[in-house]
């Protein structure tokens, strides 16, 4: 096993000096008692100086950025109080939490709303068969439904992969998965439907690929909670496929 480097250690502290010696020091214990006394008489003398006032006692006041932590803005001027002659300090802003992202748990999708696309479809669950899933390749049933990809991913808090949803694109009928081709676009909104709940997702891309290359694309990468939606591409029904890609949406 390889060995792990660690920095230098820091150095010891030299040890304390003992009890009091003899000698010079208690001769620099009494002076220092007599310099003690000689400044409690003058302090008397003199008494106290008033709190708030002089320049120690502006130097200890917390600055706009020290009592506001949470602003990135600058504060703003201080208003004068009309007949004192003192400044007025602004209250400290009030410190906020973010609402908390409400999101269903994780559950499988059930239908899916794309207002823009004008799809409304119900979604269906779909294991590959094993010749599917050696090939690398599959074929929905021939509907006009979604089919989720069982294997994969479900939406929703705790997800930990990418929901996906196929379905066909149809040649002279104007089936919703044919939409995707001609109306689907970055920024769309769309909802997922589970029975925990409804999730809002927003579109991020509309690609496509050539179905031989879809297998080794990024699609397939690891995301959690990322909706894809894929179909044939009308264009070129045999060739290629449209894919959009969607990311919840974030609250605020």
């Known amino acids: 096993m390889a060995r792990t480097r660690i920095p230098d250690l820091p150095a010891k502290a030299p040890a304390r000096r003992g009890l009091l010696r003899a000698g010079w020091d208690k001769t620099l214990l009494v002076l220092c008692i007599v310099g003690l006394l000689a400044a409690w008489l003058t302090y008397g003398a003199l008494g106290a100086a008033p709190v708030g006032r ?5 130097a200890a006041l917390p600055t706009a950025s020290s009592t506001a ?7 703003p001027a201080s208003a004068a109080t009309p007949g004192t002659g003192k400044s007025a300090v602004p209250a400290a802003p009030k410190r906020t939490t973010p609402a908390a992202v409400q999101v269903p748990k994780a559950s499988a999708p059930l239908r899916i709303t794309y207002p823009a696309a004008r799809i409304d479809v119900a979604v269906h669950p779909l294991e590959p068969s094993a010749g599917e899933a050696a090939s690398q390749s599959i074929v929905p049933p021939e509907t006009m439904d979604g089919y989720w990809l069982a294997p994969f991913g479900v939406p929703g808090a705790g997800s930990t992969n990418t929901t996906y949803v196929v ?11 044919n939409r995707l081709s001609t109306l689907a676009a970055a920024g769309d909104k769309l909802t997922v439907h589970t029975a925990t709940g409804a999730i809002s997702y927003k579109v991020d891309s509309v690609t496509t690929y050539v179905k031989s290359t879809l297998k080794d694309s990024p699609v397939w990468a690891v995301v959690p909670n990322r909706v894809v939606l894929i179909s044939c591409y009308t264009g070129d029904l045999w060739g290629q496929n449209v894919v959009v890609v969607a990311s919840p949406v974030k609250a605020g």
């Open 167 to 177: 379905g066909h694109s149809w040649q002279g009928v104007d089936a919703p998965f």
């Open 69 to 75: 932590p949470y602003s990135s803005a600058p504060a």
């Open 54 to 58: 002089g320049p120690a006692a502006a």
